[in-house]
T-cell receptor
Framework: DGGITQSPKYLFRKEGQNVTLSCEQNLNHDAMYWYRQDPGQGLRLIYYSQIVNDFQKGDIAEGYSVSREKKESFPLTVTSAQKNPTAFYLC???????????FGEGSRLTVL | QKEVEQNSGPLSVPEGAIASLNCTYSDRVSQSFFWYRQYSGKSPELIMSIYSNGDKEDGRFTAQLNKASQYVSLLIRDSQPSDSATYLCAVQMDSSYKLIFGSGTRLLVRP
């Protein structure tokens, strides 16, 4: 079945550590996104990528980094520079020229 | 001013009633509009998209768009307890792939 797989689902991090969240899709979608959601809040865009080897900063990119070396994969690294990283992270993808996003199940990051 | 605004709720309706969810946006060049449903602890799922003024119906759901007034709404007819969730409005601001989300309206359908 086609879909988006995020891993891990739950992750605990000590302060000062970098962590990488995985996102893989087999939908043959061109565009991929990373959003962050805090309790009771909407989704805020971290990074998005329209094609391989190209990505753009969203509204809250500071303290995060991404890569897009393959069409299927769009990993997100939460660096130690991100001061408040505890949140629910959502990866999404979409076909070209549409805003109809398909979401993965999300990764919940907690900083201890 | 937020780019996409929604009343956080909760909006409480009895089972079988019509639930009306509203969303306003600030950018007049916005092109595409979406409603996503998010159950507690889960990821959002797309339930409706609308691109032109007027109404679009899909089963019990109707999306309404008024670009002149810069609002989009979602009506849920014959509301069911299983409709209880947070509904997120999303707007595609320009020809890019960037989607801006509202903070969501929590809907409670009372049995």
């Amino acid at each position: 079945d086609g879909g988006i797989t995020q891993s891990p689902k739950y992750l605990f991090r000590k302060e000062g550590q970098n962590v990488t969240l995985s996102c893989e899709q087999n939908l043959n979608h061109d565009a991929m996104y990373w959003y962050r959601q805090d309790p009771g809040q909407g989704l805020r865009l971290i990074y998005y990528s329209q094609i391989v080897n190209d990505f753009q900063k969203g509204d809250i990119a500071e303290g995060y980094s991404v890569s897009r070396e393959k069409k299927e994969s769009f990993p997100l690294t939460v660096t130690s520079a991100q001061k408040n990283p505890t949140a629910f992270y959502l990866c999404a993808s979409t076909r070209k020229n549409t805003g109809e996003l398909f979401f993965g199940e999300g990764s919940r990051l907690t900083v201890l | 001013q937020k780019e996409v605004e929604q009343n956080s709720g909760p909006l409480s309706v009895p089972e079988g009633a019509i639930a009306s969810l509203n969303c306003t946006y600030s950018d007049r060049v916005s092109q595409s509009f979406f409603w996503y449903r998010q159950y507690s602890g889960k990821s959002p799922e797309l339930i409706m998209s609308i691109y032109s003024n007027g109404d679009k119906e899909d089963g019990r759901f109707t999306a309404q768009l008024n670009k002149a007034s810069q609002y989009v709404s979602l009506l849920i007819r014959d509301s069911q307890p299983s409709d209880s969730a947070t509904y997120l409005c999303a707007v595609q601001m320009d020809s890019s792939y960037k989607l801006i989300f509202g903070s969501g309206t929590r809907l409670l359908v009372r049995p």
